[in-house]
């Protein structure tokens, strides 16, 4: 397996592969620290929001003991935390079997051990996975018999697992700890299976573990014993969207717990965590019972200001790793050297124009050179009919159309060096060219709007736990598709008082169906939510951006997007339910005047996210 | 029809809330006979080896105070007390949800029984053992894990912390029914213990001497209480203790108890012990107080400490115990009960007494 993704990642340097098949070694070595790493490794209970590919796994493994310790050159016993990781996705807890059984008396319970075996096991497998750090010491096996009998196999007994046959045995070793959560694990499954198959109640008899009478007594003796380096637990749950609803509540019940001397929960969600409420129905909250990590675009977050940044070392590691020196990715990934001189061109008209207008005031070069962009997309795609089209190419665009999330980068970025060498026979490289990386970014663009929501249909139907509905998905559809065609209708119009449009707020109180509609726009990476100033002055409102990676689709400047558009609940439903009906006002009236025909407020704001 | 010996006023309400199948979640499973199966099965084959158990099992064996099927019924009474449980008015008695009060005795029944297998950790074994009775209870091991945590948070530590109930939820749901666990945890704490008399003590004994040294303070503090209830219209605890000349002239066997100098003791006062006693008994009223308010507080304990001539029975001293109550600004404002009755504390006081008896050593 790891050879594999070595040879992969020799043969393309942008191949994303799931941190969990990375080696320790490869983890620190395309690992580039995220302003919020500093954060994590501290001890408390945290979320990290992001979607998915933003690199929340990537820092999650990386702070696994094999990548801690190579990466601070230290010995395990020395480790400021133990991380402990466990993908809740490649885990069995959140099949459909385990939803059904959740209205079933007491399913609290049972999902707190199915969790609590879960976590533990993955914390021997994890322990013994570094058994060569800990079999430096000769004692081990001595304290793994004394915290096994002293502590493990008492406190497995209180909670009703038979431990009678491995005390008289003695048998303390790491395989057989491995083994009885193996086997508790088994006992739980056959169980839930035994119940899908059947209509009847009937009760669960196996032992039942939980977090204040096993979890934590363990880790306690673990540490006390010297098997954990006397520091405190991490447990590194990634993807816990995907826990079913009760597990949820259960988790969040532990997040409400003190208990981060002992043990901390780093839990990472792709914007679609299902509830903050625990299993009594309280509601945990930041910052008295955890805190929050949100780097899910680049409007929150640190990634504001460094994504840029973040990328260009991203890159620049992997170039290096996979032999190409020093590269600076601006030449990697060029720009179409003739469109940057027709915007150029464009930008010095517009200057002109400014400088001989007597009510423009001043206005800087760079301004200019933004304003011409959209203008250059008009004249190739508006009324001059060029046959020519707009180049999605250079690594500064590239950047802004991967959204915040890097592996929108790295993968058509992997697909844009494939067909490089294709296009080269083979040949060495030293760049991608403009047409490749703008074939790849319109690709990865009509995907976005097209399979992607055939995909997430598919996987309502098949899932009953999911939150979203078939009909909503349609509605975001029309949604975006509409907004889409609003911000382009925008950018075409030569009259439009303002061409770069990107992102809208609600004028009036959502109502519920609007905000599930949005909700899961946000979920699955149409949309990215942000704050703006209110129109009053008064507070602030949510601002949603449109993707940029939907910018080929609809003929948008990924670049440069100051303003947004104030839409009523009414119109953006209208949309939703109705969007033929409403991309014919907006043929018939233009993009300013079919807003007032909706009817309804049309109102610009300056926002500036560059 | 089941019918209990002995039937506490909470059993009585039991039996007739057990009537309204749906506010149970097995609809079809009648409550109350299971509850009295497995009443009868502790009473028969588990209450009677308890104190044995806890006698030859415990790290520290020796002859400790009763753990019998009494003091289990009489916990119940005390929870009964607490949720002014009436038997003459059943229907308009909804201080706890049917289902609540299934959970409550079941929980109290089994509070103590880790004992059989010795002191050590016996809080943290009724999981083990309803598990062992489950068919008796349901067989859901679920449910029964749920009632066990209630149980557990009777005393000990979970994880360190004193504070066992707050581990637990505020409430749990069974099926479609929500039980407020904390609060039932904290009615089984508190009725535990108040759950003190002198019935506990091995009176014949200790008249004898022949009880174990370090277990004498334990029976004579059980002995010298003449009565504890609690009144649910004054909220209060109201506690007797009369002692002897006998009693309080002399120090009890104990185990050996480690000093705030790092010292170690074996025998102690037993005003000073009950003193002890009074401020955990206080604390204890604070802690469940947090969980139970809404329902119930027990808002003050309010001890006598009577001294009676070991002969004639005739009162010689009536020590002036303040109620035990939250009053004015809540900072440290009271020194502990045995520095503000230092004049009772200790073999000075013993020493005004000394001279009156004519035992023998005990145990010291």
Redesign the interface.
Known sequence: MESNIISELKVNPFSVKTPENLSSEELVDLFVPYPEYDNLQLSGHQFLHGHRGSGKSMMLKMMTPGAQCLARGCPLQDLPFYGAYLSIKATEVNSAEYSRIE????????SEHVLVTKILSSLFVSISAHHTFFSANSELNTKLSNFALSVLY?RL????WDAKKHIAENNTSLSAIIDIFDSLQAETVGYIKRRAFSKD?F??????L?F??VL??VI?ALRDNQILPDCPVFFLLDDADNLTLQQTKVLN?WVS?R?TD?VSLKISTQMGYKTFT?????KIEAPHDYSEINFTSVYTGSLKENYPKLVEQIVKKRLRRFGFGDVNPTDFFPVDIDQENDIRAISEEIKERWTSSTTGGYRAGDDAYRFARPEYIRRLSGTSKQGARYKYAGFEQLVHISSGIIRFFLEPAARMFADQIKANNGKTISFISASIQDDEIRQQSDELLISKFDEIKGDAQNDPDISSNLGNIEKLKNLIQGIGSLFQAHIMDERASQRRVFSFVISDHPPKDLEEILKMGVKFGYLYEDATGNKTGMGRTKLYVLSRRLAPAFRLDPMGFSNYLSLKSSFLLEVSENPSKFVNRLRKYGPEKVLIESPQMSLLGEIDHE | MTELNTMQALEVILKEKCKEATKFPRMHNDYFIQYCSFLNKLRVDIYPQIDTGLGVNSKNPGYYTAHNAEHFDEVVRYAGDLLNANIEDIANWKILQPYELYILLVAIRIHDVGNIHGRDDHEKKCFQFLREHSELLGGDTSELKIIARIAEAHGGKVNGSRDTIGTLNTNDLVGTIRIRSRLLAAIVRFADEICENSGRAAKYLLKHGNLPAHNLIYHKYAASILGSVYGSDDKRVNIQFVLTTDDVSQSWGCEDRKQEDGSFINSVYLIDEILDRLEKMDRERKYCNIHTRGTYAVESIRASIEIVDAKTHETLEKIPVPELMDEGYPENVHSSLKVQLKAYCGSDYAAKYITTISGESNGK
């Open positions: 209205s079933e008396p007491s399913g609290f319970i049972l008492k007994e209180y909670v009703g109640y009760p669960y008899s196996g032992s039942l939980g204040q009478d934590l007594p306690r019940t717990y208990s002992v625990t299993s009594s129905g309280i």
